[in-house]
């Protein structure tokens, strides 16, 4: 008889295990990121002239954390060496972004989609292109899918942002590759977001 209880006792306890294990494996998965249908994809290009050879220009603002400075946003590197294929700045409430290309005088990152959230695949590429021996010119563009925005009216206000923003940091970089100063953040706007939301590097899903 004891022998025929304690069988019972494995065989009711193994139940309880496979039920368990059943029950997480039916566990909701997190939602994944949403992408739409029918995507419009749009872009904005954001320039200046500056009175540096490039490689001067490159040297003072295009390492990958530089964007702390001249667009004033809070950046560590966390994941990948900076300036390295696949490193990852970590830009405080904007989230992450990845570096996916780069030559001598450029580089061009995305931000990864979010569970639950409208994938935009922002991207963004900083250039500095030479003119002369001792004169450059710094290029700034972004592109990203606005189809998730209520109408004409939204999306327009949603490129006047990114644009906006982006001259600003444009214009910050060519102060710092002369040789200049920046004034206090507060005094210049403060910094802009990317991404994810419409300000900086992506899309504050830049």
């Not at 029918?38 to 295009?62: C, E």
């Not at 004033?72 to 700045?89: F, M, N, P």
């Not at 001598?104 to 991207?123: C, E, I, K, M, V």
């Not at 004169?135 to 990114?162: C, F, G, H, M, P």
């Amino acid at each position: 008889m004891r022998n025929h209880w304690i069988k019972i006792s494995v065989v009711c306890s193994l139940a309880i295990v496979a039920w368990v294990g059943i029950v997480a494996a039916q566990a909701p998965a997190p939602a994944p990121a949403a992408q739409a249908a029918t995507p419009n994809y749009v872009s904005t290009l954001m320039q200046a002239d500056v009175n540096k050879p490039a490689a001067d220009v490159w040297k003072r603002i295009g390492k990958y954390c530089d964007i702390s400075e001249w667009l004033g946003l809070q950046c560590t590197i966390s994941a990948g060496k900076d300036g390295e294929l696949g490193a990852v700045r970590s830009l405080g409430p904007i989230g992450t972004e990845i570096l996916v290309g780069k030559t001598d005088f450029s580089y061009t990152y995305t931000q990864p989609a979010r569970p639950g959230q409208f994938y935009n695949l922002y991207h963004g590429t900083v250039e500095v292109k030479p003119l002369t021996a001792t004169t450059s010119k710094i290029v700034y563009t972004l592109v990203w899918d606005n189809s998730n925005l209520a109408d004409d009216a939204a999306k327009e206000r949603d490129k006047t942002q990114r644009t906006t923003t982006f001259q600003r940091a444009v214009d910050n970089m060519k102060i710092l590759a002369e040789g200049g100063t920046l004034p206090p953040a507060a005094q210049r706007g403060g910094g802009g977001g990317g991404g994810r939301g419409g300000g900086a590097p992506g899309g504050a899903r830049q």
